[in-house]
């Protein structure tokens, strides 16, 4: 597609309930990336993607936490047991390797847990 | 010493001011440089790459010094639209891999 695609663009889920947030990248974007923003802070880090590599996980906040991607296209965010802190803006990002190389943003899924 | 540091501001400019954002990074072997801009409740889009001989893109410039971890971007001529919040971005490497490090952000508001 022309950009990164996420889904939904907003959740509302109640305390407790698992949730699933999809990203489809740019197409030939090999590396993927998920990030989670806080209002009105930063975004943090949670997890990569890149080829058939191993993911690099040290950005997921808790066991809850869990993603999986298909070959080098769509990833899903799982979030087990959601809680009041989950609630946050989560980003999906991709790109193609290489130094210098920017990264394209997908617009993003809201979940608000209840 | 956090990974990226930016001075959240608010700087607050008129129009037509020139205005400069700092940022350091703390890991030496960070290869890549970004300047991201974040419209409200918007996902980052990529500003401008940061390159060691500096780059300049119209009103934007941007340098980078390796040997003091540093990283500036310059407005000049600031317009309304220019408000926004502005993401230090440096790609490290690791064992596992890489991964974009953002800054906390620089809130710019230009008024008229």
């Known amino acids: 597609g022309a950009g990164v695609s996420q889904s939904p663009s907003n959740k509302v889920t109640e305390k407790g309930k698992d949730v699933e947030l999809r990203c489809d990248p740019i197409s030939g974007h090999t590396a993927l990336y998920w990030y989670r923003q806080r209002l009105g802070q930063g975004l943090e880090f949670l997890i990569y993607f890149q080829g058939n590599s191993a993911p690099d996980k040290s950005g997921l906040p808790s066991d809850r936490f869990s993603a999986e991607r298909t070959g080098e296209s769509v990833s899903t965010l799982t979030i087990q047991r959601t809680q009041q802190e989950d609630s946050a803006v989560y980003l999906c990002?991709?790109?193609?390797?290489?130094?210098?190389?920017?990264?394209?943003f997908g617009s993003g899924t809201r979940l608000t847990v209840v | 010493r956090k990974e990226v540091e930016q001075d959240p501001g608010p700087f607050n400019v008129p129009e037509g001011a020139t205005v400069a954002f700092n940022c350091t990074y703390s890991?030496?072997?960070?290869?890549?440089f970004f300047w991201y801009r974040q419209d409200c409740r918007k996902e980052p889009k990529l500003l401008m790459s940061?390159?060691?001989s500096g780059n300049e893109d119209g009103r934007f410039t941007a340098q980078l010094n390796r040997a003091s971890q540093y990283i500036s971007l310059l407005i000049r001529d600031s317009k309304l639209s220019d408000s926004a919040t502005y993401l230090c971005?440096?790609?490290?490497?690791?064992?596992?891999?890489?991964?974009?490090?953002f800054g906390k952000g620089t809130t710019l508001s230009v008024s008229s």
């Open positions: 990002a991709s790109r193609i390797p290489g130094q210098g190389s920017g990264y394209t």
């Open positions: 940061v390159y060691s």
């Open positions: 890991n030496s072997a960070s290869q890549s």
């Open positions: 971005v440096v790609n490290s490497y690791n064992q596992a891999g890489t991964a974009l490090i």
